[in-house]
């Protein structure tokens, strides 16, 4: 069985006045066990991308089709799963109808040479149409008995046959029916659509630069989600009466605002969804607003509890003590400072190469120049990298960079999609 701890991190003491808290509470979770294990079963949809896009250059195609048997060869026994062909309109590769009875199939031996040979039949033809692909993977798992859902999504291309209104009502009906990694091979398709769905369903998004590297991120994001025993954890936040709860956001492994996916439990309480959950810690920023009290006061926040399987496994306290002591009250928690650090570089970084794309070279210069300062406080050393490919940084202290002229895309996407990628706090 599963074992959970609760951290807080924080500077309990606030000034006179002063209303807002934030702590930091890190999660972690150990002795998991893998996907389906605790008997309400995992499945898994892989999406490929079938357009005709996908022909050019063919190694696309043929990377896709290795990268889709890759992921397949880690399945587990019993997990059910179904390939999904994404084109003008989605083809479920496989299982064929009859063996599936509509749904999907589980996985052994057979079942997954089957499905091998399905895929190495996948052709280029057609369109992109990401909603309709990942309704027609819904519609798999609606007819699957699994708790634990997964998908992967493939696509070398934008959007094309559906409306961002079409898009956006398909996620909003699918926003908690299963998680989706999300991955663009090449330079055609859209960061910020693909960051978009991936948002919306749990996941992570990421640049394939090179074909060649596809078998093996398909392999690792399967291994990373077999590997996952529990099946789904909220984070339940309590604050007293006439409180505000400003936002509950994930900060490490990666940035993703869970405000949006809040579920009143009670008038006082609130849960937020967090996924499927391996051996692993994950680090959570919460900010509340309290009434201010008078200095000398004390009062709980919040009450942090974590949620499995409708039982409370772990929970921390969130405090707020009003204080004259200026020694006290102007101290910044390290966590809380460093992940309020990288919240911003990933802002700045998305805005600044926004900037750069529509032309905006003063915006853009800004932007980036306080991302390679940030990045250089927080020592984010994989995104000072990746932005040294966009600018040249003059001093990283002062944020002064200038803009290269030759960039590559590719180096501003990876850029992008790494933008929410976080460093744990340095140790003091």
């Avoid at 059910?80 to 749904?103: Q, T």
């Avoid at 290269?404 to 706090?425: F, H, I, N």
Wanted: proline fraction near 4%; glycine fraction near 10%.
């Amino acid at each position: 069985m599963a074992t959970w701890t609760a951290e807080i991190f924080q500077n309990e003491y606030l000034p006179d006045g002063a209303t807002d808290v934030h702590a930091i509470i890190t999660v972690t979770c150990a002795e998991s066990g893998q996907a389906g294990n605790d008997g309400a079963g995992a499945a898994e949809a892989i999406i490929i991308d079938c357009s005709g896009s996908m022909d050019t250059p063919q190694a696309k195609m043929i990377a896709a089709r290795q990268a889709a048997a890759a992921a397949i060869g880690e399945l587990s026994d019993g997990t059910w799963f179904g390939v999904v062909a994404g084109n003008g309109g989605p083809v479920i590769a496989y299982p064929p109808p009859a063996l599936g009875v509509g749904g999907m199939v589980q996985a052994d031996t057979r079942t997954r040479a089957q499905a091998n040979y399905a895929v190495s039949q996948l052709r280029p033809r057609g369109g992109t149409a990401l909603g309709m692909w990942l309704t027609a993977a819904n519609d798999l798992f609606a007819r699957t008995p699994a708790a634990q859902k997964h998908a992967i999504l493939l696509t070398d291309g934008k959007n094309e046959g559906e409306t961002e209104e079409q898009l956006a009502v398909a996620l909003s009906r699918m926003t908690g029916q299963f998680q989706c990694d999300c991955r663009g091979v090449g330079a055609d398709w859209d960061v910020n659509e693909l960051r978009g769905i991936a948002t919306a369903m749990l996941g992570s998004v990421d640049l394939i630069a090179d074909p060649a590297e596809m078998a093996a991120d398909f392999r690792s994001m399967m291994q990373t989600a077999m590997s996952r025993g529990v099946a789904d954890a909220k984070l339940r936040v309590w604050a007293p009466l006439g409180a505000e709860v400003l936002f509950v956001r994930q900060v490490e492994p990666t940035i993703d605002d869970l405000s949006a996916r809040r579920v009143a439990v009670t008038n006082l309480i609130s849960a937020f969804p967090t996924g499927a959950w391996g051996d692993e810690s994950r680090d959570y920023h919460l900010a509340v607003r309290v009434a201010a009290k008078p200095l000398g006061s004390e009062q709980l926040a919040a009450r942090i509890q974590l949620e499995v399987g409708g039982q409370v496994v772990g929970q921390g306290l969130v405090k707020a003590l009003w204080s004259g002591d200026s020694a006290l009250t102007t101290r910044i928690n390290p966590a809380v400072a460093h992940y309020t650090g990288q919240a911003e570089l990933a802002d700045v970084i998305q805005e600044g190469l926004a900037a750069k794309a529509a032309g905006d070279e003063v915006t853009a210069t800004f932007k980036l120049g306080r991302a390679a300062k940030l990045a250089a406080e927080t020592g984010n050393d994989e995104a000072t990298n990746r932005l040294k490919k966009v600018v040249d940084i003059e001093d990283a202290e002062t944020g002064t960079v200038r803009l290269k002229r030759a960039v590559s895309k590719l180096d501003e996407m990876a850029l992008d999609t790494s933008s929410t990628k976080t460093t744990r706090v340095r140790p003091s």
